[in-house]
């Protein structure tokens, strides 16, 4: 049964770091695309980062330079570097799964690319 499970969330000042961490099961990271989406009160789900099978990394622009993906696929985890994070950052982030990829690029939007869903984890930014 394929799982997704986010951590990492918390409450951090503007200007802070966190990392994210998405451990994957049930699927081989090798062969999956992951995305890293985020949900803030009132606002549509958005993309915010994603990585291919082969390495295709995108970012969305307003991350762009402050955020870092990555990926340890005998870890079966990707996770989300968030530095000069600021109050617009504040959202639940999910992270999603596409378990066979066909590689090239991956999407900043839902939708049927992405079949699988973690619960999400909380990250908060306030002074």
């Known amino acids: 049964q394929l799982q997704l499970v986010e951590s990492g969330g918390g409450l951090v000042q503007p200007g802070g770091s966190l990392r994210l961490s998405c451990a994957a099961s049930?699927?081989?990271?090798?062969?999956?695309?992951i995305g890293w989406f985020r949900q803030a009160p009132g606002k549509e789900r958005e993309g915010v980062s994603c990585i291919s099978r082969t390495g295709w990394i995108n970012y969305a622009d307003s991350v762009k330079g402050r955020f870092t993906i990555s990926r340890d696929n005998a870890k079966s985890t990707v996770y989300l570097q968030m530095n000069s994070l600021h109050s617009e950052d504040t959202a639940v982030y999910y992270c999603?799964?596409?378990?066979?990829?066909?590689?090239?690029?991956?999407?900043?939007?839902?939708?049927?690319?992405?079949?699988?869903w973690g619960q999400g984890t909380q990250v908060s930014i306030s002074s």
């Open positions: 999603a799964a596409r378990p066979v990829d066909l590689g090239g690029d991956c999407p900043l939007v839902r939708g049927p690319f992405y079949t699988d």
């Open positions: 049930g699927l081989t990271l090798d062969d999956s695309a």
